[in-house]
């Protein structure tokens, strides 16, 4: 697909929460969305750049010789309090 047919979602200002640099560029350049505390979105081009970079990282895994897993994305509560964002849910 074209880049010109991307919907290109920027944000002018920078949202007070984002704190990190790298954050506060990938809101802005439309890269992601927050949904909720610590759970975004990947957003059409954000995505994409997402599988380049998995794409490259795999091939230096495959070429070092390294194994790739699949963590969950379900968590014990445990860690969720611990971290204090249990409430926030």
């Known amino acids: 697909m074209r880049v010109s047919r991307f919907p290109l979602l ?3 200002e920078t949202p007070a929460d984002a704190e990190v640099v790298s954050h506060q560029l990938m ?3 439309g890269l992601i969305r927050k949904l909720a505390a610590g759970i975004y979105t990947w957003l059409p081009l954000g995505l994409r750049v997402l599988r380049k970079v998995e794409a490259v990282v795999r091939e230096e ?3 070092a010789g390294a194994l790739e897993l699949s963590m969950p994305a ?3 509560a445990e860690l969720w309090q611990e971290s204090g964002r249990w409430q926030h849910y």
Do not use: G
Request: no cysteine.
């Open 27 to 29: 809101l802005r350049a």
């Open 74 to 76: 379900v968590q014990p």
């Open 10 to 12: 920027t944000v002018k």
């Open 61 to 63: 895994m495959n070429r």
